[in-house]
């Protein structure tokens, strides 16, 4: 009985103890529980964004368009006679001169056409010789007869007859001269054609690859090789009828004329790595209609080529200042939403609320657009967290400058 008592008293104070524990164990998880709810439950209040004043500027616009490289002038080398290819006497690809002799074609046919024609000539200048040696004679006797026939010492019949013999003597010679006249246009005719078996470059620039081999008979139909004027080089792209009439009255402004291609708006190139070619262009031609299909003109501008780098065929693009917009109106274009076809801007409002605004946009700046109408310059536009703004929205705006603006638009900036 003593040591059942002797454990009673042992087991009170554990007993309490355990009713003690787990009283504050039911304390503290109804603590943890309460503390979980609170952080499930979000607090209600205004949303951060980051806002940027709307900025006004004078911003000059410019056009982008795909241009298509072509030589400035290109030349397809056929020969003017016809004959077998006997020589090539330039490298392809290579630089060649004015008057370089690029083929050569057989030349004796035509060297014989010479000689015959040569022939020919002295044969007609000896019928003239005697002719001319007739023509005196007839007028010999003509002059003698004459004073004899008027004082009737002779028949008059007989200065008749040295009359018509001279005039005939006349017209043998005016027919030996024409002979010769003949020979010495067709001894020309056989040296220019004797010259042409030489086959000549008629401009400087690059040659291309030959299309006839050496050893073929060609005629003028016949295509040797074509040679392309490369330094300057002519770049062809299309514009839209607004971009058309922007640049006229630019260049007109400026004291130029685009269509007689006196205009020194400065244009750039682009290359097809990314790189801007080094030297400005400017519009040299402008076609004479636009394209009803497209709604586009062509326009012709010129490169300066040093190296003749650039070669026909290539692609790049043109780039050149339009015109200079003035008190643009600038936002950011991560500032732009569209719904439904409509471009909005959300502006944070003096009692930190959002306003939803409708806007008109004009052409992009950069990483800009141009807003036409909608916002007034020194309001605040909202760049982030747009998905979650409505309009009357409560927010807490925090001013950004727009370089920060575009770097949290990127890819690697993250929103």
């Not at 023509?135 to 003509?142: D, E, F, K, S």
């Not at 005016?174 to 003949?182: D, G, I, K, T």
Request: neutral net charge; aromatic residues 4%.
């Amino acid at each position: 009985m003593k040591r059942l008592n002797r454990y009673r008293r042992t087991e009170f104070p554990f007993a309490l103890l355990l009713a003690a524990g787990g009283a504050l164990a039911a304390i503290a998880s109804a603590g943890m529980t309460g503390c979980s709810r609170s952080e499930a439950t979000p607090a209600a209040g205004s949303i951060p964004v980051s806002v940027v004043k709307v900025r006004q500027s004078s911003v000059p616009l410019t056009g982008n368009w795909v241009g298509t490289l072509d030589g400035f002038v290109n030349a397809q080398i056929q020969p003017q006679v016809s004959g077998y290819l006997i020589r090539q006497n330039y490298r392809e690809g290579s630089p060649v001169v004015k008057d370089q002799v690029l083929f050569q074609i057989d030349p004796r046919p035509f060297q014989a056409a010479v000689d015959q024609a040569e022939a020919q000539v002295e044969q007609a200048k000896g019928q003239l010789a005697q002719a001319q040696a007739q023509r005196g004679l007839a007028q010999i006797n003509l002059k003698r007869d004459t004073p004899l026939a008027q004082a009737t010492a002779i028949a008059q019949s007989q200065l008749d007859n040295d009359k018509q013999q001279a005039a005939q003597a006349d017209a043998s010679v005016a027919a030996a001269q024409a002979q010769v006249n003949v020979g010495e246009a067709v001894l020309i005719t056989a040296k220019l054609n004797l010259g042409f078996t030489q086959v000549r470059s008629l401009i400087g620039g690059v040659a291309g690859q030959a299309s006839t081999q050496v050893g073929n008979l060609v005629n003028p139909q016949s295509v040797l090789t074509s040679v392309s004027q490369l330094d300057p080089i002519k770049v062809y792209f299309s514009i839209s009828d607004a971009e058309y009439l922007a640049l006229i009255d630019r260049a007109r402004k400026e004291g130029g004329d685009l269509l007689s291609g006196h205009s020194d708006i400065p244009l750039s190139l682009t290359l097809a790595d990314g790189t801007t070619w080094p030297h400005p262009g400017r519009v040299v031609w402008v076609d004479r209609q636009m394209n009803q299909q497209t709604g586009a003109i062509r326009l012709a501008a010129s490169f300066p080529n040093p190296g003749n780098v650039l070669r026909p065929g290539q692609f790049g693009r043109v780039t050149a200042a339009t015109e200079v917009r003035q008190n643009a109106l600038l936002v950011p274009q991560i500032a732009v939403q569209e719904m439904q076809g409509i471009q909005q801007i959300y502006t944070a409002g003096p009692e930190n609320k959002v306003h939803v605004v409708n806007v008109t946009l004009g052409p992009q700046a950069g990483n800009d657009w141009i807003v036409s109408t909608g916002l007034q310059a020194g309001q605040f536009v909202i760049t982030s967290n747009l998905q979650k703004l409505r309009d009357g929205a409560p927010i807490n705006p925090h001013e950004i400058s727009e370089k920060e603006a575009i770097q949290t638009s990127s890819p690697t900036g993250g929103r």
